[in-house]
């Protein structure tokens, strides 16, 4: 019967003989494969393009962005298909509306915030609050200007909600769809330009537009030098967020065609931001009728105030 001494693979007793002659030598697992360093890939890559793939988002970002559009698999006629568009947690609504009011010099937006999981909650909100907050301002705004003046009654404008309404929407889903039909024709021309799918567009500029919804409150003062620093201030952080996002984009295209692009971009910005203040805000002086009382003898006697 054969002991439990016989029963020990041989090769076991012999390794452990050589490391006990050896122990400084070095041992090699054949269970598990040698892991290859994380960055042996990234050596062999270009230093310059390096940061050009982290501002553009073509590297986990785009796997990321594959796994997404897996997901949305439904037939874009159900209730499911859009159900993902809004699939976000208040978490990630806040912490995009922070990197819209704070950007970081360098860094993309639709990359750091974005891609992972685009969506239309925010970019909607933040629209309607804007249109509220305009319109209710304005009202405001006018009424501190003629207040105290005997002949004025204060009426409120409801129009102005609708102007407002077209004015913010036709500029959140318009421009984006023009910027997007843009690039994505440019992509056609130059094969290096990274396209920016049209949901990532606009959720781009809806957030862009949040700095402006505190800015219309302080709209309110009836001060014009106060309303515009106001607005060149609230300019620079949207502006800079949207240059930020898709100069990476355009850069590698043709010099001049690529300045074209970011200042119509800035341009368009900015005379949103104009347009609302000196429309909404800078009311003209109304010209009231002075007031006349006829005397008791038929003449007329003009009343100043």
């Known amino acids: 019967m054969a002991t439990v001494d ?74 499911e298909y859009y159900q993902t568009f809004f699939d976000v947690d208040t978490y990630q609504v806040l912490d995009r509306i922070k990197g819209s009011v704070f950007p970081v010099p360098g860094k993309n937006f639709v990359r750091l915030y974005i891609r992972s999981n685009p969506d239309l909650y925010g970019p909607f909100w933040i629209c309607a609050t804007l249109v509220f907050t305009i319109a209710v301002s304005g009202n405001l705004s006018n009424f501190f200007i003629h207040l105290g003046k005997p002949t004025y009654h204060y009426v409120p404008e409801f129009r102005k909600v609708s102007i407002a309404a077209t004015t913010i929407y036709a500029y959140a889903w318009l421009v984006p769809l023009a910027l997007w039909g843009f690039l994505v024709w440019r992509n056609s021309k130059v094969m290096n330009i990274v396209s920016y799918s049209f949901l990532e567009i606009v959720c781009v500029y809806g957030y862009s537009l949040f700095i402006y919804i505190p800015t219309a409150i302080l709209w309110i003062i009836p001060q014009n030098m106060v309303r515009w620093v106001l607005m060149m201030f609230s300019l620079c952080l949207s502006g800079s967020v949207l240059v930020m996002t898709f100069w990476p984009a355009v850069r590698d295209d043709n010099r001049r065609i690529a300045l074209v692009t970011v200042g119509t971009i800035v341009l368009l910005h900015a005379l949103l931001a104009v347009g609302c203040l000196a429309y909404f805000f800078d009311a003209p002086e109304l010209d009231f009728p002075v007031p006349v009382s006829p005397d008791h003898n038929g003449t007329t006697v003009i009343i100043e105030s």
Do not use: C
């Open 6 to 79: 016989d029963l020990k693979f041989q090769e076991f007793d012999d390794a452990a003989n050589l490391l006990a002659a050896n122990p400084d030598a070095t041992t090699i697992s054949i269970d598990e494969p040698t892991e290859i360093p994380k960055n042996q890939h990234g050596r062999l890559q270009e230093p310059g393009r390096e940061e050009d793939d982290e501002l553009l988002g073509t590297d986990d970002s785009d796997k990321t962005e594959l796994l997404a559009g897996q997901k949305k698999s439904a037939p874009f006629w159900t209730f």
